[in-house]
């Protein structure tokens, strides 16, 4: 199983950026997903997850009302697309995606908001 990862890139602050992070694997059936972001000298910290149903997803206080997690089974894809975004959120994004056996996490997308 393999995540790619793709969306990140250099924008102002108040800007937008739309992460996405897709799995390969024909037999890979991914539960819960989620998206991590690891700041510049900080421990790696969740930012938002949802369920495989896509009813249930949760965030981080400091991202509720700017980023929306969402997910399409059949492409086995995630998305996190994010709003009014802030210097504090400059880090590498990571997704990880989990079935019944194990977790599996993308390679890191930078995602740079500057002032």
């Known amino acids: 199983v393999q995540l790619g990862e793709s969306g990140g890139g250099s924008v102002q602050a108040g800007g937008s950026l739309r992460l996405s992070c897709a799995a390969s694997g024909s037999t890979f059936r991914p539960n819960s997903m989620g998206w991590y972001r690891q700041p510049p000298g900080k421990q790696r910290e969740l930012v938002a997850s949802?369920?495989?149903?896509?009813?249930?997803?949760t965030y981080a206080d400091s991202v509720k009302g700017r980023f929306t997690i969402s997910r399409d089974n059949a492409k086995k894809t995630v998305y996190l697309q994010m709003n009014s975004l802030k210097p504090e959120d400059t880090a590498v994004y990571y997704c990880l995606m989990s079935d019944v056996e194990a977790g599996y996490w993308g390679q890191g997308t930078q995602v740079t908001v500057s002032s």
């Open positions: 949802i369920t495989s149903g896509g009813r249930v997803t």
